[in-house]
């Protein structure tokens, strides 16, 4: 199960500590208006290093396209990329050839395969989601021509204890990047920065949870009973590690539940954006939360992990999102329309 999507598909491949890690993304239609610097730029926004309150691991994920692309256009072919690993620290991992992490997916690994690489986690570390955020350029390069009026934003809005306010209609990538924490509330974000450098000091991690909004999107993607939106976005975010949970509505859907049917369906965004499985036409709505990460006390202080996943996810979201919405809406061109 390393590919996903059923006509826009991403396969990944590689481990943490391998020479390098890739995507093959197929499917893509030809004449997709597509540069190596809006790979990179996503890329930029996931990789390791970026501030005090994240991994000390220091990569450049400097990204290589292999295939499908010429003349500054997508071929219609396979188009395939990596990211060589240049910073791997495979000496930190030695006795974990004998010793499984709690809280890792090291034992029932080992468990199933009965071989595997115990270097900085392997094929199950979050370095994989390099190649999802690959995928998700390219999915965001299609869109731009088959949605342009699409805007996918994602941003941290719970670390720990601490919750932020709730970001206004048309918020940007560019005004989530302005704190390292990815959190645009300008009130919370400090304080979620300090609690992330204690719990970094401590050996200890926080957990939390991140936000998405489409905005733009049209009435009627997705696909009835097996193929609901709410069932794919489900399936791409639980795929993301140390996601779990989501719902689908505003952030305080949780809350609304409790209620009345008659107060519920008051509120038209108590659907976030989807009805039927279908896209109603509003902001599609996601809140996914996250675990605390697992690596503590001396193995986070003798390692490089990041003490909160969060800041550097919210690219990750944003990819997975957009590799579903990419598929679907190949997929609802694919069908015939009534007149």
Not at 47 to 66: C, H, K, N, Y
Not at 89 to 95: C, V
Not at 230 to 252: E, F, I, N, R, Y
Request: aromatic share 4%; proline share 7%.
């Amino acid at each position: 199960m390393n590919t996903f999507g059923t006509l826009f598909r991403l396969t990944t491949f590689g481990e943490s500590h391998g020479p390098a890690l890739g995507s093959i993304i197929d499917g893509c239609p030809a004449g997709v208006p597509l540069a190596p610097e809006q790979i990179q730029a996503a890329l930029d926004r996931r990789r390791p290093g970026q501030s005090s309150i994240t991994t000390a691991r220091s990569e450049p994920d400097q990204v290589e396209i292999l295939s499908g692309v010429f003349e500054g256009k997508t071929l219609g072919t396979p188009l395939a990329a990596i990211v060589r690993n240049t910073n791997q620290r495979s000496g930190d991992y030695e006795k974990l050839k004998a010793e499984d992490r709690p809280g890792h997916a090291d034992a029932v690994w080992r468990e199933r395969f009965k071989h595997r690489d115990h270097r900085g986690g392997g094929r199950t570390s979050g370095r994989e989601t390099l190649c999802r955020v690959i995928g998700g350029a390219v999915a965001e390069a299609y869109l731009a021509q088959a949605l342009p009026g699409l805007n996918t934003v994602a941003w941290v809005s719970q670390v720990g204890e601490l919750v932020s306010a709730v970001p206004e209609p048309g918020l940007t990538r560019a005004q989530v990047d302005a704190h390292p924490t990815r959190c645009p509330d300008a009130g919370a974000r400090e304080e979620m920065s300090r609690r992330i450098l204690v719990a970094k000091e401590e050996g200890d991690s926080l957990g939390g949870c991140i936000d998405v909004r489409v905005e733009g999107l049209p009435v009627g993607l997705g696909e009835p009973i097996f193929g609901k939106l709410k069932a794919l976005l489900a399936q791409a975010m639980g795929s993301v590690g140390a996601v779990t949970g989501v719902v689908w509505g505003p952030p305080d859907l949780l809350a609304r539940i409790a209620q009345p049917g008659k107060a519920f369906h008051a509120r038209k965004d108590t659907y976030g954006g989807i009805q039927g499985g279908l896209t109603n036409g509003e902001p599609v709505a996601l809140r996914v939360f996250f675990k605390p990460p697992a690596t503590l006390a001396e193995h986070a202080k003798g390692g490089r992990h990041d003490p909160c996943i969060m800041p550097r996810a919210v690219p990750v979201l944003e990819a997975m999102v957009s590799l579903v919405l990419a598929d679907l809406v190949l997929q609802f061109n694919a069908r015939p329309h009534s007149s």
